[in-house]
Nanobody, 119 residues
Framework: QVQLIESGGGLVQAGGSLRLSCAIS????????MAWFRQAPGKEREFVAL?????YYAESVKGRFTISKDAAKNTVYLQMNSLTPDDTAVYYC???????????????WGQGTQVTVSS
């Protein structure tokens, strides 16, 4: 059974940084696409970044966030810099068999980790 476990969320001041981790158990991300999504209070879940052949980012985070992966640790990361209150959300990692920014493509999801950015 594939499980995705996020960690690294927390409270940070605007302008600060956080690094989220997504550890995969019961499977790998080789031959798959890994992504981060987020859901802010009262809003729909939205795409943030994905990695497979090449990284791809939502416009709102481009230049501030970096997605990466460590095959030896079976872990995907999201380095978030220059955070703003608009980045406050629950962040989820997910795995898909093909490249997509659409949630329906992802068949495995983590439980999410809360990121709160104070002004």
């Amino acid at each position: 059974q594939v499980q995705l476990i996020e960690s690294g969320g927390g409270l940070v001041q605007a302008g600060g940084s956080l690094r989220l981790s997504c550890a995969i158990s019961g499977g790998t991300f080789s031959s798959y696409f890994m992504a981060w999504f987020r859901q802010a209070p009262g809003k729909e879940r939205e795409f943030v970044a994905l990695i497979g052949w090449n990284p791809y980012y939502a416009e709102s985070v481009k230049g501030r966030f970096t997605i990466s992966k460590d095959a030896a640790k079976n872990t995907v990361y999201l380095q978030m810099n220059s955070l703003t209150p608009d980045d406050t959300a629950v962040y989820y990692c997910a795995r898909a068999p093909y490249q997509s920014i659409t949630q329906s493509a992802y068949n495995y999801w983590g439980q999410g980790t809360q990121v709160t950015v104070s002004s």
